[in-house]
């Protein structure tokens, strides 16, 4: 009975004691857990901190490469190229025209030009040769002098040479008519020029007025209002503007030039004429 009561009492101590034992098996289960997940937060926070640490190092020991502006590069065109571009951008058709303005007006300004340079004359030495002449071989000889002179000075002294034997009112007359002619021979083909000024403008205002109704057209059609539809017709229509002025500003200039040529060289006759005048009636004042 002792044996079996001590064995009981063994069992019931084995017994009260499994619940303090399945405790602490639980309580080291779950702090051996929580070491573990504790482990594992700190060696994920600490690969964070080096990770960030790693790449600050990084950003700091590596430059930063400051983007190079990219350089446009444009085609430079020579002045013939920029010509040629313009003129074809402008429309053929009108473009030509305005050319054959600039072509024929500049081939009549040049041949103005190099007439009235001809024309030109020393009519003081050419009175000085004809006084010479007169002295010594009479009027044939003075004649003679104004037939191998050039120019419409001489041209006018002939004929006063030739009508010398007359009264001074036929001199002078015939002078003065003979004046007038050579003056219309300067004056010729100043017509054509001013024409051609006043042309080249119109035609570049025509371009201008169809250029814009090209782009009114191309906003009707699209229904809507967009620069790039209606700049093509505006670009044309300045452009033909722009070369029409061009012409008429450069045939303007030659023809001002040729203007005042023409008044020099006639104010020029004029003078002469009355020296000449001046030079027969003392002439035939010595003769009698």
Not at 162 to 174: H, I, L, M, Q
């Amino acid at each position: 009975m002792k044996k079996l009561f001590a064995l009981l009492a063994l069992a019931g101590l084995i017994l009260a004691n499994v619940p303090n034992v399945a405790y602490a098996q639980e309580a080291a289960t779950e702090l051996a857990t929580d070491t573990s997940v504790m482990a594992a937060e700190m060696d994920s926070t600490m690969a964070e901190e080096v990770l960030m640490d790693s790449t600050a190092v990084v950003e700091e020991g590596t430059p930063e490469v400051a983007a190079e502006p990219v350089e446009e590069r444009r085609e430079v065109l020579s002045f013939h190229q920029t010509v040629k571009r313009y003129f074809i951008e402008g429309g053929a058709t009108f473009m030509a025209f305005v050319l054959i303005c600039l072509i024929l007006g500049l081939a009549l300004s040049i041949e103005r030009i190099i007439y009235l340079n001809m024309a030109t004359t020393n009519s003081g030495k050419l009175v000085e040769e004809i006084e010479e002449s007169l002295a010594k071989g009479g009027v044939d000889a003075a004649k003679e002098v104004c037939r191998n002179t050039r120019g419409p000075v001489a041209t006018i002294f002939y004929q006063g040479l030739d009508r010398s034997s007359g009264s001074y009112e036929e001199v002078a007359k015939a002078i003065e008519d003979y004046g007038s002619v050579e003056m219309s021979k300067l004056e010729r083909g100043l017509s054509w020029i001013s024409l051609f000024i006043s042309l080249a403008p119109m035609l570049g205002f025509m371009g201008t007025v169809i250029g814009m109704i090209s782009a009114f057209d191309k906003i009707a059609e699209a229904n809507t209002i967009n620069a790039s539809i209606v700049a093509g017709g505006i670009k044309i229509a300045l452009i033909t503007t722009v070369s029409g002025l061009i012409v008429a500003i450069i045939l303007q200039v030659f023809y001002n030039y040729i203007l005042s040529k023409i008044d020099s060289i006639v104010l020029d006759m004029e003078e002469s004429s009355m020296d000449l005048v001046d030079l027969i009636y003392k002439r035939k004042l010595q003769s009698k």
